[in-house]
T-cell receptor
Framework: GAVVSQHPSWVICKSGTSVKIECRSL??????MFWYRQFPKQSLMLMAT?????????EQGVEKDKFLINHASLTLSTLTVTSAHPEDSSFYIC????????????????FGDGTRLSIL | AQTVTQSQPEMSVQEAETVTLSCTYD???????LFWYKQPPSRQMILVIR??????QNATENRFSVNFQKAAKSFSLKISDSQLGDTAMYFC????????????FGEGTQLTVNP
């Protein structure tokens, strides 16, 4: 149980285009989802926290207009990288918190397998 | 704010031997959780072990165990009988109780198990 599906796993696109990454909780409802960015050999950097039905909370230094997050349902959150440039190339990971929360779950977050984004 | 520090960027161990990864953290919270995550080359995040701060007993999961020293704010991971499949990046993480499942990660330690 507690599977998070992230799609696509790898995307290559031209500079200036927009790219959408989907994060779905397959067998549980997720009121909260997290989006991370990870550079090679570095830690996960939290970009934003999305809550179903409300605006995402972005971390300091993350451009809201560049990284659009939508959490329209209890099972789906999307990250859109707008007008992508080569410096946006990175590994993006989503995770989901199930509605039982951290008190009752052995895992506070269930992670997707990540998306490797390459901007040419 | 919480901080998590892993002072060993890279470590290596011979297959079947034991290795210990270090982690220290700083917090003013009294009720929290600590985790070790493994990220193999596939880059999937895998939870290895979890420790509740209110528990004095150290958590154990098969070959993985922790040494939790609350007063020292130290949370090390011991891997016994290391296997080639243990080669991965290991992240220590902190979560405060009632914090909405928000995790604070350390910088990570790249562990290589040599045959």
């Amino acid at each position: 149980g507690a599977v998070v599906s992230q799609h696509p796993s790898w995307v290559i696109c031209k500079s200036g285009t927009s790219v959408k990454i989907e994060c779905r909780s397959l067998d549980f409802q997720a009121t909260t989802m997290f989006w991370y960015r990870q550079f090679p050999k570095q830690s996960l950097m939290l970009m934003a926290t999305s809550n179903e039905g409300s605006k995402a909370t972005y971390e300091q230094g993350v451009e809201k207009d560049k990284f659009l997050i939508n959490h329209a349902s209890l099972t789906l959150s999307t990250l859109t990288v707008t007008s992508a440039h080569p410096e946006d190339s990175s590994f993006y990971i989503c995770s989901a918190r199930d509605t039982m929360g951290d008190l009752y779950s052995n895992q506070p977050q269930h992670f997707g397998d990540g998306t490797r984004l390459s901007i040419l | 704010a919480q901080t998590v520090t892993q002072s060993q960027p890279e470590m290596s161990v011979q297959e079947a031997e034991t290795v210990t990864l270090s982690c220290t953290y700083d917090t003013s919270e009294n009720n929290y959780y600590l985790f070790w995550y493994k990220q193999p080359p596939s880059r999937q995040m895998i939870l290895v072990i979890r420790q509740e701060a209110y528990k004095q007993q150290n958590a154990t999961e098969n070959r993985f165990s922790v040494n939790f020293q609350k007063a020292a704010k130290s949370f090390s991971l011991k891997i016994s009988d290391s296997q080639l499949g243990d080669t991965a990046m290991y992240f220590c993480a902190f979560m405060k109780h009632g914090g909405g499942s928000r995790l604070t990660f350390g910088e990570g330690t790249q562990l290589t198990v040599n045959p």
